[in-house]
């Protein structure tokens, strides 16, 4: 693929190269783009045969978000039911990514439905900015990196955390939560606290680099380590050694927030960003 970038009201298109057929030949070809059909007979100011071996697309009005596969059949005067050629695409592994809308739901504190983050693509590209971390090029993917990351802070700290879910039936995160005290004070149920964002994007550029959210843990949990001439450890009884994903970062910016925040304790070593 020449081209796979969707840019709205822009007058880019989406560019094929094929090889082994001649497009100018078709008396007709349909592109199946997610749940829209465009054909080069009913839609000739979105499909175009460019040449024979080349077909371009205008999605600039498509109704599609995020990574979408097109498939394209090839219909002569031989052909009934068409042909399928996206596999004669040269290069044809990638996805078209429409750039424009946004697959977030975002948490305010109100308990929004269905929600998937607590951060906007625009804060967290602004927090990479600032902090000097590298992020996706395509909304799609830093928003995926995002989801992601929501999903990780939820499963790996909400049973840490202090006080209880505001509408357990219906949220989708551990935050907004009642009764919950950082720093001294006590947190409003319909707020969402900075940290919680920080601690999503910190977990987004883990995810980024490369870390595995759903892994499972390489050591054993540690019960009591010595040196005394010679390094020794001590593991605790029925543990084993399931590869997980480590980011103490995370567990740092959320320790006010936990059980062990609020008694003045600390987090051990198997809450400090560990699954399981």
């Known amino acids: 693929m020449a081209q796979n970038l969707v840019i709205a009201n822009k007058d880019n298109r989406v560019v094929f ?5 001649d497009l100018t030949s078709a008396t007709d070809i349909k592109v199946q783009f997610g749940a829209e059909l465009y054909t080069l007979l009913l839609n000739p100011t979105i499909v175009f045969v460019d040449s024979a071996t080349e077909l371009s697309l205008d999605l ?7 990574k979408v596969f097109a498939t394209v059949t090839y219909f002569d005067g031989a052909s009934v039911l068409g042909t399928d050629i996206t596999s004669r695409e040269l290069a044809n592994s990638e996805q078209i990514v429409v750039a424009i809308g946004t697959q977030l739901i975002i948490e305010d504190g109100s308990v929004v439905a269905f929600a998937n983050s607590w951060v906007t693509d625009a804060e967290y590209k602004a ?9 996706p090029a395509t909304q799609p993917d830093r928003e995926a990196n995002l989801a992601n990351a929501y999903d990780f802070i939820n499963f790996t700290y909400e049973q840490r955390l202090q006080g209880y879910r505001v509408t357990p039936q219906t949220q989708t995160g551990c935050m907004p939560r009642t009764n919950i005290y950082a720093y001294g004070v006590l947190v409003a149920n319909d707020s969402i606290p900075q940290d919680f964002k920080n601690a999503q994007m910190l977990a987004s550029f883990s995810i980024n680099d490369g870390v595995d959210t759903n892994a499972v843990k390489d050591t054993a949990d540690l019960a009591s380590f010595e040196v005394v001439g010679a390094y020794k450890e001590a593991y605790q009884d029925g543990s084993n050694t399931p590869t997980l994903a480590q980011m103490p970062a995370v567990s740092k910016v959320l320790k006010p927030y936990t059980n062990a925040g609020l008694n003045g304790g600390g987090l051990y070593k198997e809450s400090m960003g560990f699954l399981g």
């Open 17 to 21: 190269v094929f090889g082994g057929i």
């Open 60 to 66: 600039s009005a498509t109704l599609e978000v995020g």
């Open 127 to 135: 927090f990479a900015k600032l902090k000097g971390y590298s992020v």
